[in-house]
């Protein structure tokens, strides 16, 4: 939390009007302003009023925010601290940032400070968003570790851009963010309506970037994948309209993504709705649309056997399909 004595209000509104100009200056490249100057931290910095530990704490600095570097005098670096709180409201997460610290002028200790000058920073950057994506897979993950993950993979492309982590570190940051996100909107009543349009939208801005940078890659591909998320039903409410949509959704994107990491994976989802298609017309009595989805859901299974014949996906396809083809139901209570 920022701290600031209310009788140096004439110093707080410089602070305030020269932040204001970074910002101008970090939307508007024609400005002139200096890539280099940017860097991020390691690890949680307090940021001073002066260069001194003893003088008053006006903000913290986390893993991943970033800095604009004014000034060094070792052991210190003066800063504008988390400055990109400042970003387009386009660009500002739907959840997760709330409680970001307000931007602020002061001295940081110069240890941690890495920016796109840092020799090797970009497999520094990555290294660290790394283990930070891994200890928040484990029980008991530090508070706001995978945020900071995420921030420090975006530092990676935004600062090294043609760095062979690049790509990688984009993906990464932006599929962070989007587990982040669905995670939360899951857990609100409107995820359980069947109409997707019902519930908050995951932020697809980083995911068509990738796109948008990387068409033709895997990563595109990924973000592509991912992007379905916001086109699924909540609670199918049994119901053949959502799964019938659905698998005509992963179907297109497999024919679009043919080689892609995803396309098998997608192929195996359409296949498990059209079996519960199958399901859901037979206790309806349409023998012609049941027959009809189980056909489908052969011909999906057999062309994985083709095109992904070592895949788990194939695998958990063919016996799906063996369930259908021995008129086991795969939707609801299977027992006779």
Same mark, same amino acid.
């Given at each position: 939390? =920022?701290?600031?004595?209310?009788g140096?209000?004439g110093v +707080?509104?410089m602070?305030v009007a020269?932040?204001?100009?970074?910002w101008? &200056?970090k939307r508007? *490249?024609?400005s002139?302003?200096?890539?280099a100057?940017r860097?991020? +931290?390691?690890h949680?910095a307090n940021? @001073?009023?002066?260069?001194d530990p003893n003088?008053?704490?006006?903000s913290?600095v986390?893993?991943?925010?970033?800095?604009?570097? +004014?000034e060094?005098s070792?052991?210190?670096?003066?800063?504008f601290?988390?400055?990109?709180?400042q970003?387009?409201?386009?660009?500002?997460p739907e959840?997760?940032? !709330?409680n970001?610290?307000?931007?602020?002028s002061? /001295?940081i200790?110069?240890?941690? +400070?890495?920016?796109?000058?840092t020799?090797?920073?970009?497999? %520094?950057l990555?290294?660290?968003a790394?283990?930070l994506?891994?200890?928040a897979?484990?029980?008991n993950?530090?508070?706001?570790?995978?945020m900071q993950?995420?921030?420090?993979?975006r530092?990676?492309s935004?600062?090294?851009?043609q760095s062979?982590?690049a790509? !990688?570190?984009?993906? #990464?940051s932006?599929?962070i963010? /989007?587990?982040?996100?669905?995670r939360d909107i899951s857990?609100?009543?409107?995820?359980?309506?069947?109409d997707p349009?019902?519930?908050?939208?995951?932020?697809?801005?980083e995911?068509?970037?990738i %796109?948008? *940078?990387d #068409?033709?890659?895997k990563?595109a591909?990924?973000?592509a994948?991912e992007?379905l998320d *916001?086109?699924?039903?909540?609670?199918?409410?049994g119901?053949?309209?959502?799964? !019938?949509?659905e698998?005509?959704l992963?179907?297109?994107y497999?024919?679009?993504?043919p080689?892609?990491?995803?396309?098998?994976?997608?192929? @195996?989802?359409?296949?498990?709705?059209e079996?519960?298609?199958?399901?859901m017309?037979t206790v309806?009595?349409d023998?012609k649309k049941?027959d009809?989805?189980?056909s489908k859901? &052969?011909?999906?299974?057999?062309e994985m056997?083709?095109?992904?014949?070592?895949?788990?996906d194939?695998?958990?396809?063919?016996?799906?399909? @063996?369930?259908?083809?021995?008129g %086991?139901p %795969?939707?609801g209570?299977? =027992?006779?």
């Amino acid at each position: 939390m =920022r701290m600031i004595d209310l009788g140096r209000a004439g110093v +707080v509104a410089m602070l305030v009007a020269a932040c204001a100009s970074v910002w101008a &200056q970090k939307r508007d *490249n024609s400005s002139g302003y200096d890539l280099a100057a940017r860097a991020t +931290v390691l690890h949680e910095a307090n940021v @001073y009023v002066a260069a001194d530990p003893n003088s008053q704490r006006v903000s913290t600095v986390l893993p991943g925010h970033e800095v604009v570097v +004014v000034e060094r005098s070792s052991p210190w670096v003066k800063v504008f601290a988390n400055t990109d709180v400042q970003e387009d409201p386009e660009d500002k997460p739907e959840f997760g940032d !709330e409680n970001a610290p307000t931007p602020a002028s002061g /001295w940081i200790r110069d240890k941690g +400070v890495v920016g796109p000058t840092t020799p090797e920073g970009d497999v %520094i950057l990555y290294g660290a968003a790394a283990n930070l994506e891994d200890a928040a897979s484990r029980p008991n993950a530090p508070k706001n570790a995978a945020m900071q993950a995420h921030l420090l993979y975006r530092r990676v492309s935004d600062y090294f851009p043609q760095s062979r982590l690049a790509p !990688e570190a984009a993906w #990464r940051s932006a599929d962070i963010r /989007w587990q982040l996100e669905k995670r939360d909107i899951s857990s609100l009543p409107s995820a359980h309506e069947q109409d997707p349009i019902l519930r908050p939208t995951i932020y697809e801005g980083e995911m068509k970037k990738i %796109i948008k *940078n990387d #068409r033709g890659s895997k990563y595109a591909a990924m973000a592509a994948y991912e992007m379905l998320d *916001n086109k699924l039903c909540g609670d199918w409410q049994g119901l053949p309209k959502c799964p !019938e949509k659905e698998a005509d959704l992963y179907e297109k994107y497999a024919r679009q993504f043919p080689d892609g990491p995803r396309t098998a994976q997608a192929l @195996y989802n359409a296949v498990y709705r059209e079996a519960t298609i199958v399901t859901m017309y037979t206790v309806q009595e349409d023998k012609k649309k049941a027959d009809a989805a189980a056909s489908k859901t &052969q011909a999906l299974a057999a062309e994985m056997k083709t095109k992904f014949p070592q895949a788990d996906d194939t695998a958990r396809a063919v016996s799906i399909a @063996y369930k259908v083809a021995q008129g %086991i139901p %795969i939707y609801g209570n299977d =027992r006779d």
